[in-house]
Every structure is written in C-alpha cells, then in structure tokens.
C-alpha cells in the first residue's frame, strides 16, 4: 500500500496541482490532506474547489476552526479565506473531523496535537529565540511525543501544522510529518515566537509504503510556479508571504525578533 501525504496547503493551488501531478507518476493507492487547507492570501476558493472534487480523506487543521470562528478575532489568512468561500465550500469545511482512523485503525490522521490542533507533535517550540541562533523550535523528545499523542494502537501516525518535514520512530509506529505543500517559511509568536525555514520554495509532501519490513517514508520536494504564488502573495498585500514562497526563507515580517536580522511588514504566520 503506497499513500501519499499532504498537509498545509493554504490555498496555494499551483504547488497542490504540481503535488497531484507528482503523485500521480507515484501510482499511489490513497491520498490524505491533514488539513490547514486554504488559509492564506492565495486561491483558497479555487483550491476548496478542487478538493472537494478529489474527495480525498481530509481532516481539519487549526486554521479551518479559526476560519469559521466568526465570534472571534481571525488572523488576515483566516479572514481572507473565509471571505473568498462560497457556503457551500465554508460547510465542507466545518464537516472536517478533527482526526481520522484509516485502513481498521492502523494509519491515524491528525493535524496537530491530537487534543491540541495548534500545537505540533514532533517540534517543541522554545522560549529562546535569537540565543545562540536558535530559531525558536526544535525537534521533540520521545517523551514529548509519547505525551502528546496520548494512547496509540496505530503503526502510521501522520501529522502536520508545524510545516516541517519529520520522520520519526517510536514504540514501534512509525510518525510521518510531510511538511507543508504550500508555505516553506514563516514566523509565530504561540508560545513562543519561532522561526519556520526549510530552506527552498520547494511543495513538501511524502509517500509512505507499507512492506514486509513495515512502513516506510520518503520526503518528497517538488518544484512549481513559486514566483506566481509569491507575486499572487505581493497582490494581495502580504509581502511576508511572498518572501517566504519565493525564497523558503522568512524575510519580512510584522514584529522585531530577537537576535535575528529580518526586514518588517505584516506577518501572516501559518
């Protein structure tokens, strides 16, 4: 069984149809979307719209609760998004489960933490940011994993919301973060401010191959219009984000961070 994993397309419709292309030359079984899907200052009707034609199994991030919140204050992503659905895609939307079993309980689906959607599961973010060129976040401990994911009777366990690409082993289950198919670089400040880079305007995906040997991954980066998503990004006036698609790296941003060198403008953290 070979399943294709995505994760965190935030509305960026040219890295999601290079992905499907991508995967298609794979022969995957199963494609999954663990969520965080149009948020963003993208396409995010356009990319609602595609989805929901594939049907794939999909579950909801963080930012499609935050999108649909309307009591509460939105970050612009969210706002963007939301103002740029039709009802019919905000009701697909809010019928995302938070969390999906596949193939008799041994592949699970989160997006985040599986209590806490807005907090990843294989990073740990830091309170030190700027000391000694820390970037705020770090990999996660065994333990912390462990004490997050809660019970787990799962050999495949796929996560997301971090946006960064991790593969770890524990307890005999093997943990699978693609990394983000639409945004390679941002800045946050829950917790803690941190930095995200992967380095390369790259889309973020993975394939993951049941053997007799168990279950193995393979990171996957694939190359795709990244300058018209970062001056699609520009247009709509969130030069952070068009510094990170087009570079992979933070450039702009809405906050001074310490220790770290990097021009001002609005932040849209993923």
């Not at 663990?34 to 929901?52: H, K, Q, Y």
């Not at 943990?175 to 400040?189: E, F, I, K, Q």
């Not at 996957?220 to 006036?237: C, K, Q, S, V």
Request: with cysteine.
């Amino acid at each position: 069984m070979r399943v294709a994993v995505l994760s965190d397309i935030h509305g960026n419709l040219p890295a999601l149809e290079a992905v499907i292309d991508e995967a298609g030359r794979e022969r995957v079984d199963l494609v999954v979307n663990l969520g965080d899907i149009v948020s963003g200052p993208l396409w995010p009707r356009e990319t609602a719209e595609r989805l929901m034609r594939l049907g794939w199994p999909t579950i909801a991030g963080n930012h499609e609760r935050q999108a649909l919140a309307l009591d509460r204050p939105r970050g612009f992503g969210d706002r963007f998004a939301d103002d740029s659905a039709t009802p019919e895609q905000r009701a697909w939307l809010a019928a995302l489960p938070k969390a999906l079993e596949l193939d008799g309980g041994a592949i699970r689906l989160v997006h985040g933490q599986p209590v806490i959607d807005d907090e990843p599961l294989l990073e740990t973010v830091t309170p030190d940011l700027g000391v000694h060129g820390s970037r705020g976040i770090r990999a996660a401990t065994p333990g912390e994993v462990r004490g997050r994911l809660g019970p787990n009777e799962a050999a495949l366990v796929l996560c997301g919301h971090s946006h960064v690409p991790r593969v770890m082993a524990m307890d005999g289950a093997l943990l699978v973060n693609p990394g983000s198919v639409g945004l390679p670089a941002y800045d946050h400040d829950q917790p803690h401010d941190h930095v995200v880079e992967c380095g390369s305007p790259h889309a973020r995906w993975a394939v993951v191959e049941r053997t007799p040997r168990g279950w193995q991954a393979q990171l996957r980066l694939t190359a795709y219009d990244w300058a018209a998503a970062a001056a699609r990004a520009e247009a709509n006036g969130c030069g952070d984000w068009a510094d990170a698609l087009a570079t992979g790296r933070v450039g702009r941003t809405g906050r001074p961070l310490p220790g770290l060198s990097l021009r001002a403008s609005r932040a849209a953290p993923a």
